[in-house]
């Protein structure tokens, strides 16, 4: 008989296992499991006792989702007590796996027994010729109508890249809208402001920023803006090959701000951005004035000792 509180996640794609898993964690959510703790296995060397721990009864035991993130595959040695484990696993406790680069998954032990107690659930490639469906039902899961513009345009931008795609909906979500076109989202400012401080051009950048604010964009559509900015810039920094879908022009001048960027400064202002939007939230921020100072610092680092005027 198939436990349904268990689920495990394998495919080629860990991206897309990490939507699915957020898909099944949203889902428990709203059944009550409200807590959540995440264990790695990151070698061969992985312990199960904290994990087996989760079973031990407790008088004040409260649902609880058990995030298991497999890179390599379960021990002999700990085969039997893993399965035991998941056999034996309480009624307040969801357990999700999900499996990444493990050769020959298929074929071991462990992997086969468990798909007798677990919602086994295969993680496919989108294909070239499914990613207009696929983005489609993806902004359908986040509430979100596109037009068949937006979608056309969301597909060129994004070349089959699925996170870049997600990215998108979710700077569509954040416009607060049920069917909105990128097409009418401001002339296009927020991503002329991206190529502005890639090419480090402050005035063009305030300007545009200014522009923004007296528009009254959504404050969260400016903190993912930043967001995208600054991790694409750390990934890059940390390796100069990888691979953002947009104009070449993008590309190249992403590596090049990266190139001037320093580390330190990059993960400073990650931390500044981070700041902001808790004390936003919290109604502590002054928000637009402190957003304006990381976009100077992060246009031009050399003033980050203070604001132009």
Known sequence: MQITNIYTIYGAEPFLIELKRDEIIKDLKNKGFLI???FFNNDSSFKLENLLRENESSLFSEKKILDLRLNSSITKENTEKFLDFCKQINSDKALIISINNIERLTTK?????????SNIIEIKKVYPNQFKSWITQQAKLNSVNLKQETLNLIVEKTQGNCLAAIQEIKFL???N???TSIVESSDFEIFNLSDSILKDDLDTSLRIFKNLKNKKIAEPIILWFFFRELERLLLVKE???TFFPGPRTYLRDLKEKSYRLDLNSIISLKRELAKLDRNFKMGRADFWNSSEEILIKLCCPQFSSGKLS
């Open 36 to 38: 959540r703790e995440i």
């Open 109 to 117: 032990k462990w992997f086969k027994e468990i798909n007798n107690f």
């Open 173 to 175: 979500k954040a416009l």
């Open 177 to 179: 809208s049920s069917e």
């Open 239 to 241: 390796n100069p090959e």
